[in-house]
C-alpha cells in the first residue's frame, strides 16, 4: 500500500494564516513584528535565503531590515551592526545569514544577538536551554519536523526515532527535540554510513528523519514497513531520461530538479506516511522561523 504523502504546503498556508492574524493582532496593539537579516557581502545561497525571507515578510506583514556590511567589513563593524539591531524597536529578530567572510567568525557574531531576537536558536545559551528541554526558540528546520509529527499525533514516548544528519541547525537539535518528549533517539551520521550501520539503524526506526544532503541515501531496503519517513535534504540533481542520460533545456544545458535525500517513489510504497520535496518540510521551515518571530515580539512586550 502506498504511503499517505504530507500535504506540507497546505499545512504552511494553514500556520501562515494563524500568524497573519496574530501579526495584526499585535499591530493594533501598537507592537511592530520585524526580521533583519545580516548578510555580509554577497554570498549567493545567502542571498536567495534573504530573498525569501523577504518575500515572505512582504506576505506576511512584517517589517523587513536588511543588514548589509560588504565583505571587507571588520568583524567588529558587523558586531556593532548587531547591537544597532538589539537596540532597534522594530526588530523582533535577527537571523545572520552565513557562510561570513573567512576573516569574521561565526561566533563572534552569533554571541552578539540579543537572546530574545535569535529566533532560529544559533546562540549556544538557547541551544543550551533547548538542551535541557527549555526552549525559548526551537530553530525553525527542526520545529518544522515536530509540527509535522505533532500535526500527524506521533505519540513520542517510547517511539523508536532515528535522525540521519548531526549539524548543529539541523539533525542534532532534532534528536534533542525527540528525546526532549521521551522518543528513544538514534543519530546517524557520515560515519554511520562509512562504517556501513546506517541500514542496521534506520530499519529499526518508527519515525526516520533524514537532513544528510545526499540525494537517493534513503532506498526502501533501509526502510522499515510502514515507518513515518520525514526528509528534510534538499539537493539540486540532473534530470535524467529513460536511458540514464541527462536531459538538456533550451540552451543545450543539463535540466536540473530538486529532490530530498530519500528516493520519494520507492519509499512510498514501503512507508505509512512521507513527506515529499519539493513541497515538504521547507514550505513548513519558513513558517517556524515567521511563529518565532511572533513569539520574540511578545516576549519582548512583555506577552508571553
Ligand atoms: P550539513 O552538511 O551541515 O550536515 C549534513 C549531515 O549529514 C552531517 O551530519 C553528515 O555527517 C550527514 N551525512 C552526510 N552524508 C551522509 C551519508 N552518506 N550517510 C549518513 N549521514 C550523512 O547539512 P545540514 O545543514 O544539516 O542540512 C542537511 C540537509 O537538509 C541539506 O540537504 C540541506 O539543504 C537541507 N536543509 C533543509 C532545510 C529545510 O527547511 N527543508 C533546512 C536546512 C537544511
Redesign the pocket.
Known amino acids: 500500500m502506498s504511503a499517505k504523502v504530507i500535504d506540507c504546503v497546505a499545512i504552511a498556508e494553514e500556520i501562515k494564516k494563524e500568524l497573519m492574524s496574530d501579526i495584526e493582532g499585535l499591530k493594533k496593539k501598537g507592537i511592530s513584528v520585524g526580521i533583519a537579516t545580516v548578510l555580509v557581502g554577497d554570498d549567493f545561497g545567502a542571498r536567495m535565503y534573504r530573498g525569501q525571507i523577504e518575500k515572505f515578510c512582504q506576505e506576511m506583514g512584517v517589517e523587513y531590515t536588511n543588514a548589509n556590511p560588504s565583505s571587507d567589513a571588520s568583524e567588529a563593524d558587523v558586531v556593532k551592526v548587531v547591537e544597532e539591531l538589539n537596540e532597534n524597536d522594530k526588530v523582533s529578530g535577527i537571523i545572520p545569514l552565513r557562510p561570513f567572510p573567512e576573516h569574521i567568525s561565526d561566533y563572534a557574531i552569533i554571541n552578539t544577538i540579543e537572546l530574545n531576537k535569535d529566533i532560529d536558536c544559533f546562540h549556544p545559551y538557547n541551544m543550551g536551554k533547548l538542551t535541557l528541554g527549555e526552549i525559548t526558540f526551537a530553530p525553525?528546520?527542526p520545529a518544522?519536523c515536530i509540527e509535522i509529527m505533532d500535526r500527524e499525533k506521533v505519540n513520542f514516548e517510547g517511539a523508536e526515532i532515528v535522525v540521519?544528519?548531526?549539524?548543529n541547525?539541523?539533525?542534532k537539535p532534532i534528536s534533542i527535540l525527540c528525546l526532549n518528549r521521551n522518543a528513544t533517539t538514534s543519530t546517524?551520521?557520515?560515519?554511520?554510513?562509512m562504517a556501513k550501520n546506517?541500514e542496521k539503524h534506520t530499519t529499526g526506526a518508527d519515525i526516520l528523519i533524514v537532513?544528510?544532503?545526499?540525494a537517493n541515501?534513503i532506498t526502501p531496503a533501509q526502510v522499515k514497513e510502514g515507518a513515518f519517513v520525514i526528509d528534510?535534504?534538499?539537493?539540486r540533481v540532473k534530470v535524467l531520461d529513460e536511458n540514464g542520460e541527462p536531459v538538456l533545456n533550451e540552451k543545450g544545458k543539463p535540466k536540473t530538479k530538486t529532490v530530498g535525500?530519500v528516493d520519494f517513489d520507492a519509499v512510498k510504497e514501503k512507508a505509512g506516511k512521507i513527506t515529499p520535496v519539493p513541497g515538504?518540510?521547507?514550505a513548513i521551515?519558513n513558517m517556524m522561523l515567521m511563529r518565532n518571530t511572533v513569539k520574540a515580539a511578545k516576549v519582548q512586550h512583555g506577552l508571553e
Open positions: 525553525a528546520t518544522a540521519v544528519g548531526h549539524s541547525i539541523v539533525g546517524t551520521h557520515i560515519f554511520t554510513s546506517l537532513a544528510a544532503g545526499k541515501l528534510v535534504g534538499i539537493n535525500d515538504g518540510v521547507g521551515t
